[in-house]
């Protein structure tokens, strides 16, 4: 027996839909329009979903994008009459399990609907697996770790909010979500939003949602991120990098729990534990007016400092070894372990990436090295150089700005050479978009010819 919520403005299709998933024992939700999905969505957990791409209020595929933000292993099956291939590829690699045309046979209707229940629940056991072996366990025994798992397990128990500090890639996001999985609300939604990804003029619809017409663009009711994390947490990561007026607003949901959509009169109460990080110094943005004082007391009621791995470098040999069986294991290349002057590398390497260099680095060598034992020379070939680093840091004067572009650049150019220039490969090692990858290698004029 599974939930499962249908979406679509016909009457005709509700019913059939409905009809024949209550025959197969299933509990079925109906909604008519988008507004009254986003609604149920924000409140309830389902296994799967029926959407209608062509809503009268709201875009389908928004109704999809939701519901996978809160509930990323549901099974989504879009319906539509008249849709074209561009758009269920669309719809597929935003999440949707498949594609269905309007009217929809019963047989057809039967066998997706099992199948997609048998992928999602798949789904939720293998990210379980994850969680529990990746996100769920910090890797290290320094005792700066340790005191952070133990501000981790305090906090946790409450619904005090957390302000984590760290440099990029220490490792702040896994600390937020610790929190949120040792808490009460472990299984309400945890909503993450990259404040410095969004911008400016966007922000504030992001967070807060917004009426139909209440801006260019604008065709449908939207809720915005706090609402969908209503009864769970959410996480601002980069928090100084928010407009002061989405502050503004940020610290009137802090003080009263409510706020308006953009655009709308309705006053919305939510009930969330908000979880933020910076890697900025605070308190020189406090001094240049780019962050708030009142806000930062706000959320930091429990103060969390995750250090350089540079300053735990005895946690190196663990997070080494839990990489290597995890990467062995998901990309069944076998069992491989580095040796001594390997890990002696390792662990005088200045990481100015941090954990998440590491895990790249790791992956990396795991994959390209086709020996059992990983050598320093190998470690040597595929890391970018040291060197470089030092240099940068020690005698470019330039922005900030520079310096991360600089260090972007050399990083895309490494990995590039090291899988041949081949620009697919490549997107995949850096984890980011194919077109996203074009895109920063036209910026930086980067030459990819052999």
């Known amino acids: 027996m599974a939930k499962v919520l249908i979406v679509d403005d016909e009457p005709n299709i509700l019913k059939v839909l409905s009809q024949i998933l209550q025959d197969e024992e299933h509990i079925v939700y109906e909604a008519a329009d988008g507004a009254s999905a986003q609604d149920f969505i924000a409140k309830n957990d389902i296994d799967l979903a029926f959407i209608d791409l062509w809503l009268p209020d709201i875009d389908g595929l928004e109704i999809l994008e939701q519901l996978k933000n809160i509930q990323p292993d549901v099974a989504v099956i879009m319906i539509s009459g008249h849709a074209s291939i561009d758009v269920a590829v669309k719809a597929t690699k935003m999440g949707a399990y498949d594609f269905m045309e309007k009217p929809p046979a019963y047989d057809r209707i039967v066998t997706i609907a099992r199948n997609a229940l048998e992928t999602a629940l798949l789904r939720k056991e293998n990210r379980s697996l994850k969680d529990s072996s990746e996100d769920g366990e910090m890797i290290g025994s320094s005792s700066a770790l340790q005191e952070i798992k133990e501000t981790i397990d305090r906090a946790a128990a409450t619904n005090a ?28 939604p945890f909503v993450k939003v990259n404040c410095a990804a969004i911008p400016d003029e966007l922000i504030e619809s992001e967070l807060f949602g917004h009426e139909k017409g209440s801006f260019t663009g604008a065709v449908g009711k939207r809720l915005g991120k706090f609402e969908t994390a209503h009864g769970g947490s959410i996480f601002l990561d980069e928090i100084c990098d928010m407009s002061l007026s989405a502050q503004a607003k940020v610290l009137r949901v802090l003080q009263e729990s409510e706020f308006e959509r953009v655009g709308g009169n309705e006053t919305i109460k939510v009930d969330v534990r908000v979880i933020a990080a910076t890697n900025v110094d605070v308190e020189k943005a406090i001094e240049e007016n780019r962050f708030r004082e009142d806000l930062y007391y706000r959320l930091n009621v429990i103060p969390i400092y995750v250090p350089p791995l540079s300053e735990r470098s005895c946690d190196i040999p663990l997070l080494v070894d839990h990489y290597l069986t995890m990467f062995s294991k998901e990309h069944g290349i076998g069992e491989k372990r580095i040796d001594e002057k390997g890990m002696s590398f390792l662990k005088n390497y200045p990481w100015p990436g941090n954990v998440r260099q590491l895990k790249n680095i790791i992956e990396r060598v795991a994959i390209m090295v086709s020996r059992d034992i990983i050598t320093d020379v190998d470690i040597e070939h595929y890391i970018e150089s040291a060197d470089s680093f030092t240099d940068l840091s020690l005698t470019d004067k330039s922005s900030l700005k520079k310096a991360k572009e600089q260090f972007e650049k050399e ?19 850096l984890g980011i978009e194919r077109t996203n ?3 920063k290698i036209k910026q930086y004029n980067i030459d990819t010819s052999r």
């Open 161 to 188: 909010r957390v302000f984590i500090t760290g440099p990029n890639g220490s490792g702040k996001e896994l600390v937020a979500k610790a929190i949120y999985k040792r808490s009460k609300r472990k299984g309400r």
């Open 411 to 429: 990083f895309i150019t490494k990995t590039l050479q090291s899988l041949n220039m081949n620009v697919t490969l490549t997107a995949k090692e």
């Open 437 to 439: 990858l074009h895109r």
